[in-house]
């Protein structure tokens, strides 16, 4: 059974959809990447998930039942913008998870708080920095026994050691079987992170599965053109090609099959300095969601 299951979840805001009817199917103990551009629909989804806004149609499961007031015990959420109190002290944060959460462990906040840099638990909250008030939210998550951690933007605003500390956290509690689902613009994070991951845009899913089966079979045939106006449209017809990108001399084709084929082609056709490079998860995020023709696009100027 998955942790987490959602079918045809939808979320319309007058006539505009930001949620446009998703499918996710989530295994347990995984650590899921929700990537997509800006207003994509990823907070919004996170947020009709947890029943915070009503969706406007769909069903989510949580290990197969619907969401019930006593799952909260065993399900974390880390907005994208913090939710603690100002007004309160790191100190009175850890009093406060642990009145409310039965399974929250304040030792171990303290020694995430120290690992992120939070050493001075008296300090109110609207005295740390903006990644400190991160650090923090994340670091009170992470201290408790949970099943579901739901991280949005977890590691926004986190300097690098602090990023790293904390995709290490998320990888740690999967490996410990809680579901992890986090959404990022940091595409290199999602690749060293997530096991499977999902790319929404303009509210639906334009791409979803394991990271290395997405990456399997695909490569990216690398080439310097002959002069900057050679006509590339031989490369873009070509059923093999997906998408060429061109900047200046410099040409890029995603293929599909045959690569060491297609790079014989391009290079009968005067394109020198050829290599055939495995595709990155930044690769296949920008494929998924750039525009793309019936056949071959071209892409000038990337
Ligand atoms: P980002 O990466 O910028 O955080 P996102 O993928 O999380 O974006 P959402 O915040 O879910 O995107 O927004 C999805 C769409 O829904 C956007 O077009 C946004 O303007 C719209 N939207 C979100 N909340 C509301 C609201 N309360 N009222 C109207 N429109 C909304």
Redesign the pocket.
């Known amino acids: 059974m998955n942790a987490l299951s959602i079918t045809g979840l939808r979320?319309t805001?007058?006539s505009?959809a930001?949620?446009d009817g998703i499918d996710l199917e989530i295994p347990q103990g995984c650590v899921f990447g929700l990537l997509?551009?800006?207003?994509?629909?990823?907070?919004?989804?996170f947020?009709c998930v947890l029943g915070l806004?009503r969706a406007s149609a769909g069903r989510v499961l949580f290990a197969g039942a619907p969401l019930e007031a006593s799952a909260f015990e065993r399900i974390a959420y880390v907005p994208?913008r913090s939710v603690l109190y100002d007004w309160m002290s790191v100190h009175e944060h850890i009093a406060y998870m642990q009145s409310n959460f039965v399974g929250f462990d304040p030792a171990r906040a303290r020694e995430l708080l120290a690992q992120l840099g939070v050493g001075d638990e008296r300090k109110k909250v609207r005295a740390l920095s903006k990644g400190m008030r991160t650090a923090t939210a994340v670091a009170l998550a992470f201290a408790r026994r949970i099943d579901l951690l739901l991280l949005?933007?977890p590691t926004s605003g986190l300097d690098p050691v602090n990023q790293r500390t904390v995709l290490n956290l998320m990888i740690n509690e999967a490996a410990q079987g809680t579901t992890v689902v986090f959404?990022s613009?940091q595409i290199g994070q999602v690749e060293r992170a997530a096991e499977r991951i999902a790319v929404?845009q303009r509210?639906r899913i334009v791409l979803e599965g394991v990271v290395d089966d997405l990456k399997a079979g695909r490569k990216i045939v690398e080439g310097i053109l002959p002069s900057d106006d050679f006509s590339i449209n031989g490369f873009a017809s070509d059923a093999r090609i997906g998408r060429v990108e061109r900047n200046g001399r410099i040409l890029r084709a995603y293929v599909t099959e045959q690569p060491e084929g297609v790079a014989e082609q391009m290079s009968a056709l005067g394109a020198q300095g050829l290599r055939v490079v495995d595709l990155s998860l930044e690769d296949i995020f920008l494929d998924a969601v750039s525009p793309k023709a019936a056949t071959a696009s071209i892409v000038e100027g990337v």
């Open positions: 979320k805001y007058g505009a930001a949620v997509g551009p800006n207003g994509a629909g990823k907070s919004t989804t947020k806004i994208e949005d933007e959404s613009h929404m509210g």
